[in-house]
């Protein structure tokens, strides 16, 4: 059963190194991170799912000690899932789940084992409740880190460009998430989500699913775009 979630935006840019110079600009949002994960560690759960944005999904969890780096993004930095099993994980972890594994490392995870789970984009909403049922199920007290962003169009500046829609989507995707709105998230509007470039779509119809009947209250510690980007963190507990 879920006990407790936390929702986090998953730029690369929150890695210090990553964003270089620009480290200052989303301080507010580390640290908003920083206390959505504290929530995760006060529900003292059984199991940790992270879930994240990924190119394809099915392709199974990563298992805890999957690794993930940021070379490609121009630094020399490397991050695990949890704890090292002492099993060979080949397989790396998409971004998303890279930037969780360093959000954990940074707060120092040790409460539960961790599984990491990549959905793609293009996952339907239905498909995205089941998975979230299912994950429900998999430990008597479960906690989730979701992670993802909201529209990238809500600039001149943003990977989008500007459209109009993004700043009503974002502030209704707010609200759902700072509300525990199950039924406000299933109802996400997958086309206008994608054309939208928002990422988080279908790691939150994976939450709405594994919340159904859980009676969790939500909590919104910080909503902004700084690059034009909607950055979200939420906790239910």
Do not use: N
């Not at 994240?52 to 990563?62: D, F, K, T, V, W």
């Not at 460009?161 to 039924?183: I, K, M, N, S, T």
């Amino acid at each position: 059963m879920l006990v407790a979630a936390a929702v986090c935006p998953c730029p690369p840019l929150l890695v210090p190194e990553v964003a270089a110079g620009a480290a200052p600009e989303l301080d507010a949002a580390r640290a908003a991170c920083a206390d959505a994960l504290g929530v995760l560690a006060a529900a003292r759960p059984d199991l940790l799912v992270v879930v994240g944005p990924a190119e394809q999904s099915g392709r199974g969890p990563h298992a805890e000690g999957a690794r993930g780096s940021f070379l490609g993004f121009g630094v020399d930095v490397d991050v695990r899932l949890g704890a090292d099993r002492g099993a060979d994980v080949p397989r790396p972890l998409p971004a998303s789940l890279a930037v969780a594994a360093w959000l954990l490392e940074r707060t120092g995870w040790a409460d539960a084992p961790i599984e990491g789970l990549g959905v793609g984009e293009p996952l339907e909403p239905e498909r995205c409740i089941q998975t979230g049922r299912g994950i429900a199920d998999r430990a008597e007290r479960v906690a989730m880190l979701v992670m993802g962003d909201a529209s990238a169009c809500r600039t001149l500046k943003a990977p989008g460009y500007l459209d109009e829609r993004a700043a009503p989507f974002d502030a209704e995707v707010a609200r759902a998430l700072g509300a525990a709105d199950v039924a406000a998230l299933r109802a996400l509007d997958a086309e206008l989500a994608y054309e939208l470039k928002v990422s988080g779509r279908a790691p939150w119809q994976v939450l709405a699913g594994a919340a159904e009947g859980a009676g969790l209250g939500g909590s919104l510690l910080y909503e902004d775009a700084p690059y034009g980007v909607g950055y979200v963190v939420a906790t239910w507990s």
